[in-house]
């Protein structure tokens, strides 16, 4: 297979009943939308028992039943987040560590040095984290008021960049941190996916290899009923998907909530 082969989403995840949790970021077809994707999914109850919901350009998971509720510790969490020019989206609690790091002027490398792979033994979920930076286009300035450290909902861009993360185990007892980082030019109509596992089992093998290239089109309801209807329907719960004007700034978004 060609190293440069792009795949639809849908054979991407074509008989894996369990990728986990998964990030998508690239450019749309056309080359005027950087775009995000992030979804979740779970095997347990306590795990399945989660909505997404979005304040303020930010999206959180949340319990669906809060009587139901076990261990909110790796499954309650900030999972999109903006930073004056900075879109971050993540599978856990890091995406506040990026978020603030960010603030106090640390790279998102820098940002996740702090942090290792989830303390889910015998897992050792992994963290999975991107960024998308966006550049000053035509329109400069931003929205949002003049406060440097607050977050910018819809700042006038005109070019992107975007890199991934993970970070894992380095053997199967969770001995030590592996850190593997990759920095992305935009492709038009390429996207990068990394998901947490590689499929189910017990315990959860992780994911491998560099982020996977998928197809992104130009519709942003074709890229969320793609995802949505190639996850496996057992074990899926949410997702989200944003596609950012790199000439405007504006975004448009949909978030789809098995839960409801």
Not at 55 to 69: H, M, N, Q, W, Y
Not at 172 to 178: I, K, Q, R
Not at 244 to 250: A, C, I, P, R, Y
């Amino acid at each position: 297979m060609s190293i440069y082969k792009v795949r639809k989403f849908g054979d991407a995840v074509e008989g894996n009943r369990y990728p986990g949790r998964g990030i998508v970021v690239g450019q749309s077809c056309d080359g005027t939308k950087a775009v995000i994707a992030y979804f979740i999914m779970g095997r347990s109850v306590n795990s399945r028992n989660r909505v997404f919901v979005e304040r303020d350009g930010a999206i959180f998971t949340e319990p669906f039943d809060v009587s139901k509720l076990e261990d909110p510790s790796l499954i309650i969490y900030a999972a999109v987040r903006t930073y004056k020019d900075h879109l971050i989206v993540t599978n856990g609690d890091q995406t506040d560590t990026i978020y603030d790091g960010l603030a106090e002027g640390k790279s998102f490398y820098e940002a996740l040095e702090s942090r290792c792979f989830e303390p889910d033994a015998p897992n050792f979920t992994p963290r999975i984290s991107a960024e998308a930076v966006f550049e000053a286009g035509a329109k400069d300035g931003c929205t949002g008021g003049s406060d440097d450290s607050a977050p910018v909902a819809a700042p006038a861009h005109g070019s992107f960049k975007y890199r991934m993360s993970i970070l894992k185990s380095a053997d199967a007892e969770g001995s030590a941190c592996n850190r593997f980082g990759y920095d992305y030019s935009p492709v038009a109509g390429v996207g990068h996916f990394i998901h947490t596992y590689e499929h189910d089992g017990n315990p959860l093998p992780t994911f491998q290899g560099e982020p996977e290239r998928v197809e992104i089109p130009d519709d942003i309801d074709a890229f969320t009923d793609e995802i949505w209807n190639s996850l496996d329907e057992e074990n899926k719960i949410s997702l989200y998907v944003r596609y950012t004007d790199l000439v405007s700034g504006e975004y448009e978004s949909r978030l789809i909530n098995k839960n409801s």
